[in-house]
């Protein structure tokens, strides 16, 4: 049951509900002064909830919910049915597709009548989709992550990334699964009583304890760090073996044919590896981008007030666009993806084409008369018979069954079927 007393208060410490800007806080002082809840639901009716959604915001929110399910569905499905992609650098990508598509779900789910959720229910509904919602980008970092990883050992370290080919399928999984199973412990924490609603805590966020909003904003903090690192270190890489080569140029002139061969050999495996490692800086900056954005956005307009353009009548109201641009990088990853991995593009080209193709074939076969499987073509009437007829004459000689003008044989064709229906 719930415990009126082991409420905390938030953060902001204020000892009057009339200062408060939004319902959840002041129904969080009022519970803690061992009120009801209907009654401090009723007393903080006034103040505007930051869950209400527009018509505008909700479009948008399915929207980009279902761009984002859609699209990593498709990469992780060309991950799969393509042989030549099962590589260590594409099971992080499937992994970073799958971790997308939790940002998705979360969208979809958001936009939820969270209205039409009564009662203490409402704020328990509330914690559990903002939990999910942090959960997805924390793995989302953890997935770029990764692949940050795997490029920097195979540009920086190219000799123990080839003599550790053999294992890397093994040591991906590893690493896959291992980060799935620590970061769903800590990231699931405020769903399973660690929140301001089941515990008591002295410093609260709304309904989440600063701690654990502290040890959240960490995790992802320490998984930036290790991509800006590896980011930062696979492009000095990459300029300084570009430079070496430019200025290298004229002394290879004199190399003969064979000894040309292996060198270009290794250079192509080289240029493969930095393309693959150019693909993961374009969804590194696109996630820095649209992480830092709803940071810097959000207090600024809080600070602004009724000037914010994203205001929606409280300081509060852009709070309302944090998850859609927080998950935007969830959208523009598997584009990315699909667009610089030719291998997964022509793989997915090809499964939209048989598609296509059975689709056709299937709208073709429908379209086609049933009574003409059911009625023998030398019992139809004259018309058919005698197109039956004129298959079997010679060439050059005039078709004698038809009671019409002479036609071709698919004009005749076609003008037996019109004849039986």
Not at 155 to 177: M, N
Not at 225 to 247: D, H, P, W
Not at 319 to 335: T, Y
Request: proline letters at 5%; one cysteine or more; aromatic letters at 8%.
């Amino acid at each position: 049951m719930f415990n009126n007393s082991s409420l905390a208060s938030p953060v902001t410490g204020r000892t009057s509900a009339r200062e408060f800007n939004r319902q959840i806080p002041c129904i969080l002082w009022h519970l803690q002064n061992k009120s009801s809840y209907n009654q401090a639901e009723q007393a903080c009716s006034a103040y505007t909830d930051f869950v209400e959604f527009g018509t505008g915001l909700t479009v948008a929110f399915w929207l980009t919910g279902l761009h984002i399910i859609i699209s990593n569905a498709a990469v992780l499905w060309g991950i799969i049915r393509t042989p030549e992609l099962r590589k260590q650098i594409y099971m992080f990508m499937a992994n970073l597709a799958v971790a997308d598509m939790l940002a998705g779900t979360g969208l979809l789910v958001r936009c939820q009548a969270v209205a039409q959720v009564v009662g203490l229910s409402r704020l328990y509904f509330i914690l559990n989709i903002a939990t999910f919602i942090v959960y997805s980008q924390m793995m989302s970092a953890s997935a770029l992550c990764l692949l940050s990883l795997s490029t920097y050992v195979a540009i920086r370290h190219p000799i123990f990334f080839h003599t550790h080919a053999h294992s890397a399928r093994r040591d991906a999984g590893v690493a896959i699964v291992t980060s799935w199973l620590i970061l769903t412990l800590f990231g699931f924490t405020p769903s399973m009583g660690w929140n301001c609603l089941d515990m008591p805590d002295l410093k609260c966020l709304d309904i989440f304890p600063l701690a654990a909003v502290a040890l959240e904003f960490i995790t992802i903090l320490l998984l930036i760090c290790v991509m800006l690192f590896t980011n930062i270190s696979v492009y000095i890489a990459i300029k300084e073996r570009q430079k070496r080569r430019l200025g290298q140029a004229g002394g290879h002139n004199d190399h003969n044919a064979l000894q040309d061969q292996p060198n270009d050999a290794a250079e192509r495996k080289y240029q493969r590896s930095v393309h693959k490692a150019r693909t993961v800086m374009i969804q590194v900056v696109a996630a820095f981008i649209f992480w830092l954005l709803p940071m810097i956005l959000i207090p600024a307009c809080i600070k602004a007030g009724e000037k914010c353009p994203f205001s929606t009548g409280d300081t509060f109201g852009v709070s309302l666009l944090g998850p859609l641009l927080m998950a935007f990088n969830s959208a523009i990853n598997p584009v990315a993806s699909i667009i610089r991995t030719p291998d997964l593009r022509q793989s997915l080209r090809r499964d939209i084409t048989t598609i296509y193709q059975a689709l056709t074939t299937m709208i073709r076969a429908n379209r086609v008369n049933p009574q003409d499987e059911q009625i023998p073509l030398n019992q139809r009437s004259g018309t058919g018979a005698g197109f039956g007829s004129e298959q079997n004459m010679p060439t050059g000689q005039p078709a004698t069954g038809l009671n019409v003008t002479p036609f071709n044989r698919g004009r005749a064709g076609s003008l037996a079927i019109i004849e039986i229906d």
